[in-house]
């Protein structure tokens, strides 16, 4: 089953496991050390050996600790530790996977077992007598009375064919390569949390550093190549100087001497010989498998280097011995400062007998022996130049070179007495480790059947896995040997995994200790996997690999490695080629400290593993690590003065590998469960001292008193990640994070106090607070404006005085001070390291999660795929000057050529004459027939890097600026025709593709007062409303261009030209009525211009003292239009008109401070790819989750390379980002330009659907597009942050996403509130919490509910005005989703969230079966609309009558109801059409009915005491509340019929024009109907019936514990996500059958939601003859109707009584 663990942030206490409370002598003080004598690891001289065992003896012991205080005694260890609980990840190949893993992790320990000793009773016989017979039996040598049987070849093949399987299998690569995913995700989050923990415990200042002090071992260098290649040089020259007449070679005829070897070869001048020259280096522009200086194909010095380095380099030559002495007399010198241990390379090549006696001897009586820092390393050479040389002349078999290799090694471990065998057993006693090298890079790695190596010819070179067994299986024997007599024993570490095949990487995880190289191992993700869970040792030599050309050093594995936990460390291998310095293990780790960035910390790991690597005894290991380094936890035998690695980091190690040896173990036995040990402060079993401070906790701070906050969706099954953190934080850490947190918090009220909801609270009370607006083009006078300070605000003449609204607007010196305080904080160096290292947290938090839950999120469990193509997007970024492609510019001016060359384009300015297109085309010397994309030259090229100028001439097509003027602009001589042409046919691939939309943006410069006046006729004329596309209105910044062509004289004229037109036709609608229309249509501003450019200094001034021709600062432009911005919107919003939002482009260039300002400011920006730049800005736009449309395409072209575009790390961090185009004609080629953004970035950037559809459902919430739209394209409920809001239906979006980005930022706030220890972020959060999102779709289902109980179990009842309760309304029969709603509220838990997933399905259901009536009317009803055009658009003239009191409607009896199951929660909306209003017998009513409108309700009584439910009773008949009705001036009140486009129908009756009529909806009242004041406003200028208020439409009471009303709870909600109208969804949504349906955008006035003529519109038509002042015996009477549950429809008088559709 899916893991269901919560997200949690323990905060917890560690320490080592069994470590006792630390002493207080062991806590020395901070920058402070012991000296040189004090140091337990400085090394001792030895005294000899010990003849017990004949092993070297420890070095004397210094005047210390007790080693026994030193284990047991340990510091506290507090860090953040990272836990995945209830990992099951990859369900489906996990068994599979954990099944092979295990098998293989059994095979390598059988193999381990037997050639470490380990349950083999080796004091059983005691010591081999030295004359104990030994033999070679099939390759292996035996001795008399061997207690251990080594594994047969037969197996050996078997278990290795085994191996090769599981290598290959896809299964379980899959997996492994998830689990490595998850070690690497583990290890950043750790590293991000903990990286001053580890620095804090370890002391980075004590002594020289971390590093000089620990000991590290070169695990592989030969000693050939170990000297300094200047070094050499230097010999060769010095030699040849002052020693030329040694002898260096003896034959026959004479001895030849140096001078006469060099003369020989031509070296005349030995002080001229180079480095280069000699050819110590390998040539940089070849690669090579192996350089051999000693090949003159190779050396690039030729033959005589290659002789002349043979002489000097050789084992047999004269110079050899004195070349290494000094490097090994020099470590031993240098210990004591430097640390550096080697394990130099000895090569042994099996060709004789005496070969072992004559490396001893050449060892010992060179003064090379008993060296306390090295340890020897045989290699076994099987490259195919050495056996095919002389070396082995005679050979018949490969029995033989075993034969040479272990026989002497027997001989000389039974009788190392014997003088033949001294110096061979005392150069044993110094070995560690044998080495095999091959041409594996050549070679193939088939396992022959069983075949001794004696019939083995020599010239057939058998396999490396055959002859490494053999190497292997006679390792097992003899260390068995030599384990009986006490001696020391051997490793077997192979060169493998250098190049070739991966064979060779199989066998040395199943034979070896550890290996050499290991580099091809990257492409095996099992392999990886396999030699982590082993912890098998891998000695990496970076620079050789580099220097041969192997891979690259960037590329090396070797960081993955380290960072995956692998037991990794550093070899040189080849000092003489590959160094530069006298210390080539220093330089080699510095090298790597500085290219991989690695921390000290790092450094001391990498050191720790060479010793653990390494083929010292175990006394020298204790001696550098600590008494009990191999124990079995390694934080219990960690000695930290010993090895300078911390605690911390080996418990981090320690738990993952538990923790992955518990998803293998749990995968295998499901009904296996791990005993959770609980943490004491050591991290010990021991008592729980957990704290829990995390997103899924209900927490409160006892010095604060805050209530609790649940931010956890437990009903959301997904693996979570916990991170226990310390109860005592490291005390400086703690401080910074508290005061970073603080400055945060500070920033983010900031943007509070400008972009804040007190405009989107009004219209959560739009019943009580609106004015009586019923004619939206009455003119207002009553108001005046002024533009004070730069900001035009408004009063209301009558009310005197200098007080002008809106009140309390931040002034520009204000907006400067805060833009100070932003920069303070970002520039704050505490700051910007906890938002760097939170970045690192939620990036890597995000790819973990990506690894533990990528299948159940991709899952089709909830019944929805993850379609992309279907999830509604909208490309909120594009310029409608390039919104469409080069190639439909192109068909559309071939087009013109073929059918509209005589269209008069303009006038040409010198004849005065028209000019056609056709004579503008040959002016132009275009030829249309023989144009293409290339010659328009609109596309973005290499030309536009960082080169706005040539950006902006793309705009004129083939560089013609006329052609510009006559298709992309709106004024011109044609009114913007072709333009309007060109859109259109955008809007029209918009429509095809129908899940794709956009946001074109205009613009309006503010040279003069009449450009919003042509930009609405243009609008008008041309019919350029879309309901697939909003329009937003850009301001270029192009200020001094004006202002030196005397346009302008001041900032002001310009602001003025801009808002004023808005504020007069926002004022007076009846003064534009174009402009009036056309802003119902425009979602917001925005703000453009090359940001790249310069600002001046920012001056508090007035715009009007802004005369000067330099462009005001890019902070000054945004506080200005955001200030009238929200001055303008405060004012339509009171007026119940649209408003706007705020998103100018930022971020693209130029300086970050734009960021900062625009944070302050700005609903979202564009671009902001300058994020990258500073992290706290980042993490601001993060806390805030501010908007951001990025266009990595454009970016791409103008100003940043799209690899190294920030919008993946943006993402995957939880920025709220989304992708746009930007100029399609610009960057785009395919004709779905917003697709191809997608698509690009899908592939760039390795997307999967999931993220698709998130970022798509990201631009839909960004966009401007009204609330009802939103809810159509993404759920009703699209404003909530968590699942809740989520409906995979329509965003294909899976519910484990939404869930995880809500909980994560929740964690991110308590994280900072926990380390302040205080409510940082109280009203400040941008997400709401999950009880109050649960609230607030419960308040929202509630006003549907009435009669049910609410969310907390209440009865719920309507309140008459006069205070007394009416009876509760409840539809009959029920509705399913009703039925089930109630249900799962009495029901238990479990059953409630079963049957709220039943609700959902049946509400889809009922929502797909509305959509099909909705087609069938239309088609039915198509023709009739057509028919009652003529009746529709005349309007009567008549007399009006004074007004009257409406009369009294009679009350009819009810009939009885019908019985039904359960209750049905009734529509309570106001709706223009009220459920239960009778409609009159004519055709129209016919036609309704059977399009599905609203029949009749019945009334039941709720209240105690009432009658029982399907009694008859008497109610009140006629409108019903809510319902809308006209109100004549005479003061007859009808029922309100309403047709298709939103005028009252004339002929009522009255003499009266129905325009004279205002419609408002009923409340309902007890004593006569009376129209509800203030009950009707405007929503995108056209009035609508409201919703109902906050606190319920009608009252209804709540208990003591009644749940908070809706408005607070959307407060955090809609500053998130701010509409630019400012509605919530109720707000912008009217009732139908149960749910929301959105209002019409084309008419001004239609409030009816049924559908019923077809058109789209709603509304119901008269009958013919209907006259609602006349009597009701004077109605048309028409037959019943019968509805769909076969009752009547009634009469034409009354509201009619019958079920609800």
């Given at each position: 089953?899916?893991?269901?663990?919560?997200?949690?942030?323990?905060?917890?206490?560690?320490?080592?496991?069994?470590?006792?409370?630390?002493?207080?002598?062991?806590?020395?003080?901070?920058?402070?050390?012991?000296?040189?004598?004090?140091?337990?690891?400085?090394?001792?001289?030895?005294?000899?050996?010990?003849?017990?065992?004949?092993?070297?003896?420890?070095?004397?012991?210094?005047?210390?600790?007790?080693?026994?205080?030193?284990?047991?005694?340990?510091?506290?260890?507090?860090?953040?530790?990272?836990?995945?609980?209830?990992?099951?990840?990859?369900?489906?190949?996990?068994?599979?996977?954990?099944?092979?893993?295990?098998?293989?992790?059994?095979?390598?320990?059988?193999?381990?077992?037997?050639?470490?000793?380990?349950?083999?009773?080796?004091?059983?016989?005691?010591?081999?007598?030295?004359?104990?017979?030994?033999?070679?039996?099939?390759?292996?040598?035996?001795?008399?009375?061997?207690?251990?049987?080594?594994?047969?070849?037969?197996?050996?093949?078997?278990?290795?064919?085994?191996?090769?399987?599981?290598?290959?299998?896809?299964?379980?690569?899959?997996?492994?390569?998830?689990?490595?995913?998850?070690?690497?995700?583990?290890?950043?989050?750790?590293?991000?949390?903990?990286?001053?923990?580890?620095?804090?415990?370890?002391?980075?200042?004590?002594?020289?550093?971390?590093?000089?002090?620990?000991?590290?071992?070169?695990?592989?260098?030969?000693?050939?190549?170990?000297?300094?290649?200047?070094?050499?040089?230097?010999?060769?020259?010095?030699?040849?100087?002052?020693?030329?007449?040694?002898?260096?070679?003896?034959?026959?005829?004479?001895?030849?001497?140096?001078?006469?070897?060099?003369?020989?070869?031509?070296?005349?001048?030995?002080?001229?010989?180079?480095?280069?020259?000699?050819?110590?280096?390998?040539?940089?522009?070849?690669?090579?498998?192996?350089?051999?200086?000693?090949?003159?194909?190779?050396?690039?010095?030729?033959?005589?280097?290659?002789?002349?380095?043979?002489?000097?380099?050789?084992?047999?030559?004269?110079?050899?011995?004195?070349?290494?002495?000094?490097?090994?007399?020099?470590?031993?010198?240098?210990?004591?400062?430097?640390?550096?241990?080697?394990?130099?390379?000895?090569?042994?090549?099996?060709?004789?007998?005496?070969?072992?006696?004559?490396?001893?001897?050449?060892?010992?009586?060179?003064?090379?022996?008993?060296?306390?820092?090295?340890?020897?390393?045989?290699?076994?050479?099987?490259?195919?130049?050495?056996?095919?040389?002389?070396?082995?002349?005679?050979?018949?078999?490969?029995?033989?070179?075993?034969?040479?290799?272990?026989?002497?090694?027997?001989?000389?471990?039974?009788?190392?007495?014997?003088?033949?065998?001294?110096?061979?057993?005392?150069?044993?006693?110094?070995?560690?480790?044998?080495?095999?090298?091959?041409?594996?890079?050549?070679?193939?790695?088939?396992?022959?059947?069983?075949?001794?190596?004696?019939?083995?010819?020599?010239?057939?070179?058998?396999?490396?896995?055959?002859?490494?067994?053999?190497?292997?299986?006679?390792?097992?024997?003899?260390?068995?040997?030599?384990?009986?007599?006490?001696?020391?024993?051997?490793?077997?570490?192979?060169?493998?995994?250098?190049?070739?095949?991966?064979?060779?990487?199989?066998?040395?995880?199943?034979?070896?200790?550890?290996?050499?190289?290991?580099?091809?191992?990257?492409?095996?993700?099992?392999?990886?996997?396999?030699?982590?869970?082993?912890?098998?040792?891998?000695?990496?030599?970076?620079?050789?690999?580099?220097?041969?050309?192997?891979?690259?050093?960037?590329?090396?594995?070797?960081?993955?490695?380290?960072?995956?936990?692998?037991?990794?460390?550093?070899?040189?291998?080849?000092?003489?080629?590959?160094?530069?310095?006298?210390?080539?293990?220093?330089?080699?780790?510095?090298?790597?400290?500085?290219?991989?960035?690695?921390?000290?910390?790092?450094?001391?790991?990498?050191?720790?593993?060479?010793?653990?690597?390494?083929?010292?005894?175990?006394?020298?290991?204790?001696?550098?690590?600590?008494?009990?380094?191999?124990?079995?936890?390694?934080?219990?035998?960690?000695?930290?003065?010993?090895?300078?690695?911390?605690?911390?980091?080996?418990?981090?190690?320690?738990?993952?590998?538990?923790?992955?040896?518990?998803?293998?173990?749990?995968?295998?036995?499901?009904?296996?469960?791990?005993?959770?040990?609980?943490?004491?402060?050591?991290?010990?079993?021991?008592?729980?001292?957990?704290?829990?401070?995390?997103?899924?906790?209900?927490?409160?701070?006892?010095?604060?008193?805050r209530p609790g906050m649940n931010c956890s969706e437990e009903d959301v099954d997904f693996v979570r990640v916990e991170i226990v953190s310390p109860v005592e934080e490291n005390e400086r850490t703690s401080r910074a994070d508290a005061a970073a947190g603080t400055l945060l918090a500070q920033a983010v009220a900031l943007r509070k106090k400008y972009v804040h909801n007190d405009d989107k609270k009004m219209f959560i009370d739009l019943g009580l607070n609106l004015e009586d607006n019923n004619d939206e083009f009455r003119a207002d006078e009553d108001y005046e404006i002024i533009p004070k300070g730069g900001v035009f605000r408004y009063k209301k003449k009558s009310q005197g005085g200098d007080e002008f609204e809106p009140e309390g607007l931040p002034s520009l010196e204000e907006y400067h001070t805060d833009c100070n305080t932003i920069h303070n904080c970002v520039d704050n160096v505490k700051v910007k390291t906890f938002a760097h290292k939170r970045?690192?947290?939620?990036?890597?938090?995000?790819?973990?999660?990506?690894?533990?839950?990528?299948?159940?999120?991709?899952?089709?469990?909830?019944?929805?795929?993850?379609?992309?193509?279907?999830?509604?997007?909208?490309?909120?970024?594009?310029?409608?000057?390039?919104?469409?492609?080069?190639?439909?510019?192109?068909?559309?001016?071939?087009?013109?050529?073929?059918?509209?060359?005589?269209?008069?384009?303009?006038?040409?300015?010198?004849?005065?004459?028209?000019?056609?297109?056709?004579?503008?085309?040959?002016?132009?010397?275009?030829?249309?027939?023989?144009?293409?994309?290339?010659?328009?030259?609109?596309?973005?090229?290499?030309?536009?890097?960082?080169?706005?100028?040539?950006?902006?001439?793309?705009?004129?097509?083939?560089?013609?600026?006329?052609?510009?003027?006559?298709?992309?602009?709106?004024?011109?001589?044609?009114?913007?025709?072709?333009?309007?042409?060109?859109?259109?046919?955008?809007?029209?691939?918009?429509?095809?593709?129908?899940?794709?939309?956009?946001?074109?943006?205009?613009?309006?410069?503010?040279?003069?007062?009449?450009?919003?006046?042509?930009?609405?006729?243009?609008?008008?004329?041309?019919?350029?409303?879309?309901?697939?596309?909003?329009?937003?209105?850009?301001?270029?910044?192009?200020?001094?261009?004006?202002?030196?062509?005397?346009?302008?004289?001041?900032?002001?004229?310009?602001?003025?030209?801009?808002?004023?037109?808005?504020?007069?036709?926002?004022?007076?609608?009846?003064?534009?009525?174009?402009?009036?229309?056309?802003?119902?249509?425009?979602?917001?501003?925005?703000?453009?211009?090359?940001?790249?450019?310069?600002?001046?200094?920012?001056?508090?001034?007035?715009?009007?003292?802004?005369?000067?021709?330099?462009?005001?600062?890019?902070?000054?432009?945004?506080?200005?239009?955001?200030?009238?911005?929200?001055?303008?919107?405060?004012?339509?919003?009171?007026?119940?008109?649209?408003?706007?939002?705020?998103?100018?482009?930022?971020?693209?260039?130029?300086?970050?401070?734009?960021?900062?300002?625009?944070?302050?400011?700005?609903?979202?920006?564009?671009?902001?790819?300058?994020?990258?730049?500073?992290?706290?800005?980042?993490?601001?736009?993060?806390?805030?989750?501010?908007?951001?449309?990025?266009?990595?395409?454009?970016?791409?072209?103008?100003?940043?390379?799209?690899?190294?575009?920030?919008?993946?790390?943006?993402?995957?961090?939880?920025?709220?980002?989304?992708?746009?185009?930007?100029?399609?004609?610009?960057?785009?080629?395919?004709?779905?330009?917003?697709?191809?953004?997608?698509?690009?970035?899908?592939?760039?950037?390795?997307?999967?659907?999931?993220?698709?559809?998130?970022?798509?459902?990201?631009?839909?919430?960004?966009?401007?597009?009204?609330?009802?739209?939103?809810?159509?394209?993404?759920?009703?409920?699209?404003?909530?942050?968590?699942?809740?809001?989520?409906?995979?239906?329509?965003?294909?979006?899976?519910?484990?996403?939404?869930?995880?980005?809500?909980?994560?930022?929740?964690?991110?706030?308590?994280?900072?509130?926990?380390?302040?220890?205080?409510?940082?972020?109280?009203?400040?959060?941008?997400?709401?919490?999950?009880?109050?999102?649960?609230?607030?779709?419960?308040?929202?289902?509630?006003?549907?509910?009435?009669?049910?109980?609410?969310?907390?179990?209440?009865?719920?009842?309507?309140?008459?005005?006069?205070?007394?309760?009416?009876?509760?309304?409840?539809?009959?029969?029920?509705?399913?989703?009703?039925?089930?709603?109630?249900?799962?509220?009495?029901?238990?838990?479990?059953?409630?969230?079963?049957?709220?997933?039943?609700?959902?399905?049946?509400?889809?259901?009922?929502?797909?079966?509305?959509?099909?009536?909705?087609?069938?009317?239309?088609?039915?009803?198509?023709?009739?609309?057509?028919?009652?055009?003529?009746?529709?658009?005349?309007?009567?003239?008549?007399?009006?009558?004074?007004?009257?009191?409406?009369?009294?409607?009679?009350?009819?009896?009810?009939?009885?109801?019908?019985?039904?199951?359960?209750?049905?929660?009734?529509?309570?909306?106001?709706?223009?059409?009220?459920?239960?209003?009778?409609?009159?017998?004519?055709?129209?009513?016919?036609?309704?009915?059977?399009?599905?409108?609203?029949?009749?309700?019945?009334?039941?009584?709720?209240?105690?005491?009432?009658?029982?439910?399907?009694?008859?009773?008497?109610?009140?008949?006629?409108?019903?509340?809510?319902?809308?009705?006209?109100?004549?001036?005479?003061?007859?009140?009808?029922?309100?019929?309403?047709?298709?486009?939103?005028?009252?129908?004339?002929?009522?009756?009255?003499?009266?024009?129905?325009?004279?009529?205002?419609?408002?909806?009923?409340?309902?009242?007890?004593?006569?109907?009376?129209?509800?004041?203030?009950?009707?406003?405007?929503?995108?200028?056209?009035?609508?019936?409201?919703?109902?208020?906050?606190?319920?439409?009608?009252?209804?009471?709540?208990?003591?514990?009644?749940?908070?009303?809706?408005?607070?709870?959307?407060?955090?909600?809609?500053?998130?996500?701010?509409?630019?109208?400012?509605?919530?969804?109720?707000?912008?949504?009217?009732?139908?059958?149960?749910?929301?349906?959105?209002?019409?955008?084309?008419?001004?006035?239609?409030?009816?939601?049924?559908?019923?003529?077809?058109?789209?519109?709603?509304?119901?038509?008269?009958?013919?003859?209907?006259?609602?002042?006349?009597?009701?015996?004077?109605?048309?009477?028409?037959?019943?109707?019968?509805?769909?549950?076969?009752?009547?429809?009634?009469?034409?008088?009354?509201?009619?009584?019958?079920?609800?559709?």
């Amino acid at each position: 089953s899916k893991a269901t663990v919560s997200v949690l942030n323990w905060k917890g206490r560690f320490q080592a496991r069994g470590a006792l409370p630390p002493m207080p002598e062991q806590l020395s003080p901070k920058g402070g050390g012991r000296g040189k004598a004090d140091r337990p690891d400085a090394l001792q001289p030895f005294d000899g050996k010990d003849g017990s065992t004949g092993a070297l003896s420890p070095p004397l012991q210094t005047p210390t600790i007790k080693r026994a205080s030193r284990v047991n005694k340990k510091k506290k260890v507090l860090y953040h530790k990272i836990e995945i609980t209830d990992d099951g990840t990859m369900e489906k190949e996990m068994v599979t996977a954990a099944k092979n893993v295990t098998a293989c992790m059994e095979i390598r320990k059988r193999y381990q077992n037997v050639i470490n000793g380990e349950n083999l009773g080796y004091s059983e016989g005691g010591a081999v007598p030295s004359d104990a017979e030994f033999k070679m039996v099939d390759g292996v040598v035996y001795f008399a009375g061997q207690t251990l049987d080594c594994i047969n070849y037969a197996k050996y093949k078997e278990d290795m064919q085994r191996m090769f399987k599981v290598v290959n299998d896809g299964p379980t690569n899959s997996v492994c390569r998830n689990r490595l995913k998850i070690l690497d995700e583990k290890y950043a989050i750790f590293i991000a949390l903990n990286g001053e923990v580890e620095e804090d415990q370890c002391d980075v200042k004590k002594g020289g550093g971390l590093f000089s002090q620990c000991v590290k071992v070169d695990n592989s260098v030969r000693l050939s190549t170990a000297m300094h290649a200047q070094d050499l040089v230097d010999f060769i020259t010095e030699q040849a100087l002052n020693h030329s007449e040694v002898v260096v070679a003896k034959s026959a005829k004479k001895d030849v001497t140096l001078r006469g070897f060099l003369d020989e070869n031509h070296i005349t001048e030995p002080r001229q010989l180079t480095v280069e020259g000699v050819g110590l280096h390998p040539p940089a522009n070849k690669c090579f498998h192996r350089f051999d200086i000693f090949s003159q194909d190779l050396n690039r010095g030729g033959e005589r280097s290659a002789k002349l380095l043979k002489l000097f380099l050789k084992r047999d030559g004269p110079y050899y011995h004195q070349l290494v002495r000094p490097i090994l007399e020099r470590n031993e010198k240098e210990f004591a400062a430097k640390k550096v241990c080697t394990e130099y390379k000895l090569p042994l090549f099996g060709n004789s007998r005496g070969e072992w006696r004559d490396i001893a001897k050449w060892v010992f009586e060179n003064g090379l022996g008993n060296k306390k820092t090295n340890r020897w390393i045989m290699q076994i050479p099987r490259i195919g130049v050495i056996r095919s040389s002389p070396l082995y002349t005679g050979f018949k078999n490969n029995q033989e070179q075993l034969d040479n290799i272990f026989l002497p090694m027997w001989e000389a471990s039974l009788r190392p007495d014997h003088p033949d065998n001294k110096q061979v057993a005392d150069l044993l006693n110094e070995i560690g480790a044998f080495n095999v090298i091959s041409d594996e890079a050549v070679r193939g790695q088939e396992l022959p059947a069983f075949r001794p190596p004696d019939q083995w010819p020599w010239h057939e070179n058998p396999p490396d896995l055959f002859f490494n067994y053999y190497v292997w299986a006679n390792l097992v024997s003899i260390n068995h040997l030599r384990r009986r007599n006490g001696l020391n024993t051997f490793v077997f570490r192979p060169n493998c995994g250098e190049k070739g095949l991966l064979d060779g990487l199989t066998m040395g995880y199943v034979l070896s200790s550890s290996i050499n190289h290991g580099l091809t191992m990257e492409r095996s993700k099992v392999l990886q996997y396999l030699f982590y869970m082993s912890q098998v040792g891998i000695v990496l030599s970076p620079l050789q690999n580099n220097g041969l050309g192997t891979v690259a050093y960037a590329e090396n594995p070797f960081l993955k490695y380290q960072k995956r936990g692998m037991r990794m460390s550093l070899g040189t291998e080849d000092p003489l080629h590959y160094h530069y310095s006298n210390h080539a293990l220093i330089e080699e780790y510095g090298t790597a400290a500085k290219l991989y960035k690695l921390r000290p910390v790092d450094i001391t790991e990498i050191a720790r593993n060479s010793v653990l690597n390494s083929g010292f005894p175990r006394n020298l290991k204790q001696k550098w690590l600590g008494e009990d380094f191999d124990n079995q936890s390694a934080v219990a035998g960690n000695d930290h003065d010993r090895s300078f690695v911390p605690d911390v980091r080996l418990m981090f190690r320690e738990d993952t590998l538990a923790h992955e040896k518990r998803v293998i173990q749990q995968a295998l036995d499901p009904t296996f469960i791990v005993a959770q040990p609980a943490i004491s402060e050591g991290g010990a079993a021991g008592g729980v001292l957990r704290r829990r401070s995390s997103i899924n906790r209900k927490h409160s701070f006892s010095d604060s008193g805050r209530p609790g906050m649940n931010c956890s969706e437990e009903d959301v099954d997904f693996v979570r990640v916990e991170i226990v953190s310390p109860v005592e934080e490291n005390e400086r850490t703690s401080r910074a994070d508290a005061a970073a947190g603080t400055l945060l918090a500070q920033a983010v009220a900031l943007r509070k106090k400008y972009v804040h909801n007190d405009d989107k609270k009004m219209f959560i009370d739009l019943g009580l607070n609106l004015e009586d607006n019923n004619d939206e083009f009455r003119a207002d006078e009553d108001y005046e404006i002024i533009p004070k300070g730069g900001v035009f605000r408004y009063k209301k003449k009558s009310q005197g005085g200098d007080e002008f609204e809106p009140e309390g607007l931040p002034s520009l010196e204000e907006y400067h001070t805060d833009c100070n305080t932003i920069h303070n904080c970002v520039d704050n160096v505490k700051v910007k390291t906890f938002a760097h290292k939170r970045l690192e947290v939620l990036e890597h938090k995000f790819a973990l999660h990506m690894a533990l839950n990528f299948d159940l999120e991709h899952s089709t469990e909830d019944g929805q795929s993850r379609d992309f193509y279907q999830a509604s997007k909208v490309d909120t970024h594009i310029h409608a000057a390039a919104g469409m492609t080069a190639r439909q510019l192109l068909d559309f001016i071939q087009d013109k050529a073929v059918h509209s060359l005589d269209d008069i384009v303009k006038v040409d300015s010198e004849t005065k004459k028209p000019v056609t297109l056709r004579q503008l085309f040959h002016k132009m010397n275009i030829h249309p027939e023989s144009l293409s994309v290339d010659l328009l030259n609109v596309q973005a090229d290499a030309s536009l890097f960082e080169r706005f100028d040539n950006f902006n001439d793309k705009y004129n097509p083939m560089g013609n600026p006329d052609l510009r003027n006559l298709l992309l602009k709106t004024d011109n001589y044609m009114g913007g025709r072709y333009f309007a042409e060109i859109a259109k046919s955008t809007f029209a691939q918009f429509m095809r593709d129908e899940y794709t939309y956009a946001e074109m943006r205009l613009s309006i410069y503010g040279r003069n007062n009449l450009e919003w006046t042509k930009l609405a006729v243009w609008f008008d004329t041309h019919g350029m409303a879309c309901t697939h596309n909003k329009w937003m209105v850009q301001v270029p910044r192009i200020y001094p261009i004006f202002r030196k062509h005397g346009a302008v004289s001041s900032f002001q004229d310009l602001l003025t030209n801009v808002f004023k037109p808005l504020w007069e036709v926002s004022i007076n609608p009846s003064s534009d009525p174009k402009l009036h229309h056309f802003l119902k249509h425009v979602s917001g501003f925005d703000s453009v211009d090359n940001e790249s450019t310069p600002d001046g200094p920012f001056r508090v001034i007035n715009p009007t003292e802004w005369t000067s021709y330099d462009n005001p600062p890019y902070g000054y432009w945004m506080y200005f239009m955001w200030a009238n911005i929200r001055s303008l919107n405060h004012f339509r919003a009171k007026k119940g008109l649209s408003t706007f939002s705020f998103r100018p482009h930022c971020g693209e260039s130029g300086s970050v401070d734009h960021l900062m300002q625009c944070h302050l400011v700005a609903d979202q920006v564009n671009h902001g790819v300058n994020l990258r730049l500073d992290p706290v800005l980042e993490y601001l736009y993060y806390l805030t989750q501010m908007g951001c449309a990025v266009s990595p395409l454009s970016n791409n072209s103008l100003f940043l390379d799209i690899l190294d575009n920030p919008f993946p790390k943006f993402f995957r961090r939880g920025l709220n980002v989304s992708l746009s185009t930007d100029d399609p004609l610009q960057f785009h080629y395919t004709q779905e330009p917003l697709i191809e953004e997608y698509s690009i970035a899908s592939k760039v950037w390795k997307f999967c659907a999931n993220d698709m559809c998130e970022i798509a459902r990201n631009s839909v919430r960004q966009s401007g597009f009204d609330a009802a739209k939103k809810a159509s394209l993404i759920g009703h409920n699209y404003l909530l942050c968590s699942s809740l809001g989520n409906d995979a239906k329509r965003t294909h979006l899976s519910h484990i996403r939404v869930a995880y980005r809500y909980e994560v930022y929740h964690a991110e706030i308590d994280t900072m509130e926990c380390a302040a220890n205080e409510c940082l972020f109280d009203n400040l959060r941008a997400m709401m919490s999950i009880d109050e999102e649960k609230d607030w779709v419960c308040e929202r289902e509630q006003a549907q509910m009435v009669g049910q109980p609410d969310c907390d179990g209440n009865s719920q009842q309507m309140i008459f005005e006069d205070g007394e309760e009416a009876p509760n309304y409840v539809e009959s029969p029920p509705s399913p989703a009703g039925n089930l709603s109630m249900q799962g509220i009495h029901g238990d838990p479990g059953r409630t969230r079963m049957l709220e997933g039943e609700n959902a399905k049946l509400r889809e259901e009922l929502a797909k079966m509305r959509d099909m009536i909705s087609t069938m009317q239309q088609q039915i009803h198509l023709k009739d609309t057509a028919q009652r055009l003529e009746q529709i658009f005349p309007t009567q003239q008549g007399g009006g009558q004074s007004p009257a009191a409406p009369p009294m409607v009679p009350q009819h009896p009810r009939p009885p109801p019908e019985k039904s199951a359960s209750p049905r929660r009734p529509s309570l909306e106001a709706s223009a059409v009220a459920n239960g209003t009778r409609k009159p017998q004519s055709a129209g009513v016919a036609r309704a009915q059977e399009a599905g409108s609203s029949p009749p309700r019945r009334i039941h009584s709720a209240a105690p005491g009432g009658r029982a439910a399907g009694s008859q009773e008497f109610a009140p008949v006629g409108p019903q509340d809510g319902a809308a009705v006209l109100t004549y001036p005479n003061g007859r009140v009808v029922p309100f019929e309403n047709n298709s486009f939103g005028r009252p129908t004339a002929g009522n009756g009255a003499g009266m024009p129905p325009a004279q009529a205002t419609a408002t909806p009923y409340r309902f009242n007890r004593t006569q109907y009376a129209p509800a004041e203030h009950s009707m406003h405007h929503y995108n200028g056209r009035q609508v019936p409201p919703p109902p208020p906050v606190g319920g439409f009608p009252k209804i009471p709540r208990s003591a514990g009644a749940r908070k009303p809706v408005g607070p709870m959307l407060d955090r909600m809609l500053a998130t996500y701010p509409h630019p109208n400012g509605y919530p969804p109720q707000m912008q949504m009217y009732p139908q059958g149960g749910g929301f349906q959105q209002a019409p955008p084309q008419y001004a006035y239609n409030p009816l939601p049924h559908d019923a003529h077809g058109d789209g519109h709603g509304g119901f038509y008269p009958p013919p003859g209907y006259d609602p002042g006349a009597s009701p015996a004077a109605q048309p009477h028409e037959e019943p109707v019968p509805n769909g549950n076969g009752n009547g429809a009634g009469n034409a008088n009354f509201p009619s009584i019958g079920r609800s559709r």
